[in-house]
């Protein structure tokens, strides 16, 4: 295979715009098991000077994904959000305007690989969504299982992000006098298994439990579709029932999220790696 070799002369801007992305690339795939693995060191080495304050916090916290979060505008403020947002570009686009005074659920589709755009638009500031539905508080909700894991959860609140637990979605559209946006991924970890360049094959037909989460709440629904989120990536082809879905499919059940084979560009070559490729993405 012919590898292309990234030009010497590339822009500094692109040059941030890349290592943005791959900062962000492995928070997303290694921050839980390096959180995990701080904890179980300190306990190995008997530093409780550390981590029995921290597993104190851990415990009295547990609630916290389920009661809104903790965001921190200093972290959704970083510059490298921006730099993160131009790599793409990506792009928020509104088609109607909503009323502050109720709650809604975006229904975001579709999955693709790692939801780049819906982290982009709803975990950061440096998107158009103040600008374009002022008024509003988005939570993204992920699987609980994150929020769950040492250190990463603390990470993934501070962008805003809460647990995708009935729990939790009722505390967001509860909010008396509106203004609270849920974003549900609906297609979830099984959709992720379906994400190839220039397909979309949505799970939307066995995903009804939202919309009773929204009756009981009188929140409105608002479907969310973000172009070029499956352009991102190149996925081992796993057709269903080839042996490689069936795998992935019992692995997805034990574990509770999906583990897609997919591939992108690299860092310094465009040829192969885990970087997603520049395509351009619009949430609409």
Not at 17 to 40: E, R, Y
Not at 63 to 70: F, I, L
Not at 211 to 227: D, E, Q, R
Request: net charge positive.
């Amino acid at each position: 295979m012919k590898v292309e070799f990234a030009p010497l002369n590339i822009p500094l801007a692109r040059r941030l715009q890349t290592a943005a992305v791959l900062q962000w690339l492995l928070s997303f795939l290694l921050l839980a098991q390096v959180g995990c693995g701080i904890i179980i060191l300190l306990i190995l080495y008997n530093c409780w000077v550390l981590y029995i304050p921290y597993l104190m916090w851990f415990y009295f916290d547990w609630h916290t994904p389920e009661q809104g979060g903790r965001r921190f505008n200093w972290v959704r403020n970083w510059t490298v959000w921006k730099y993160f947002k131009d790599y793409f570009p990506i792009h928020l686009i509104k088609t109607q305007d909503l009323d502050p005074s109720h709650n809604y659920i975006f229904g975001f589709y579709p999955h693709g690989v790692l939801v780049v755009g819906a982290f982009a638009n709803f975990c950061t500031n440096y998107s158009d969504f103040k600008e374009l539905f002022p008024g509003f508080t988005a939570y993204l909700h992920v699987l609980s299982g994150w929020l769950q894991c040492p250190l990463f959860r603390e990470y993934l609140m501070c962008g805003g992000s809460v647990s995708v637990s009935r729990k939790s979605l009722s505390h967001v559209l509860s909010k008396e006098g509106g203004g609270n946006i849920s974003v549900i991924v609906l297609g979830g970890a099984k959709e992720s298994l379906d994400a190839h360049p220039g397909k979309f094959t949505l799970s939307i037909l066995s995903r009804k439990g939202f919309i009773k989460i929204a009756l009981a709440n009188g929140a409105y629904l608002v479907p969310v579709f973000s172009f070029g989120e499956n352009e991102l990536f190149k996925q081992i082809n796993n057709p269903e029932g080839s042996w490689l879905r069936t795998v992935q499919e019992k692995l997805q059940k034990i574990l509770g999220f999906a583990l897609p084979l997919f591939h992108g560009r690299g860092v310094f070559q465009y040829s192969f790696g885990l970087m997603p490729y520049r395509k351009p993405i619009h949430t609409v």
